[in-house]
């Protein structure tokens, strides 16, 4: 007998380089010649080939109930036309299914990209518009080998709504 499913809604918050530190950091433009420090993108992708490319994506509705994570590298989003996009996150952890509670939605103005880092669950990028296209820097196999993704639905009962 499965569970009923319940719908958890998520107040997308305005992502800042403070309070998204916990999934990974915002990345903002600076002044070419600036020295590599901290604010820079702090990368691993030394677990294989790196792969940065556009990927376009249809619309889809503000809602999911899976959650996913990359154990072997750090990936990188961003929307190429500078559009406002969402995405859900969870902290990383060891075990095999993120803290439910501890699910939160960023509203990502156009003007940035994140960088999530190791083991960084998430779920997303959603977004208003018919289409729209992302940059994403990861492995040439991330979605076949590091996809290690968690069901809520058929874990918790539980779908996620980004409001």
């Known amino acids: 007998m499965s569970q009923p499913t319940t719908t958890r809604h998520l107040l997308a918050q305005r992502v800042t380089p403070e309070n998204f530190h916990p999934y990974g950091q915002v990345i903002f433009a600076i002044e070419d010649g600036k020295s590599f420090d901290e604010q820079d993108a702090q990368l691993n992708l030394t677990q294989g080939i790196p792969r940065f490319y556009i990927m376009r994506l249809a619309y889809k509705k503000r ?46 103005p156009g003007n940035c990209f994140i960088k999530l880092n190791l083991g960084t669950w998430h779920a997303g990028p959603y977004f208003d518009q018919d289409v729209m296209e992302f940059y994403n820097l990861e492995l040439s196999d991330t979605n076949i080998t590091d996809h290690d993704t968690y069901n809520l639905f058929h874990g918790e009962g539980l779908e996620l709504e980004i409001i």
């Open 63 to 108: 809602k999911f109930s899976q959650i996913t994570r990359h154990l072997r590298c750090t990936q990188c989003l961003g929307a190429i036309a500078q559009q406002e996009w969402f995405i859900a996150v969870a902290p990383p952890g060891e075990t095999a299914k993120p803290s439910v509670e501890s699910i939160v939605a960023f509203r990502i």
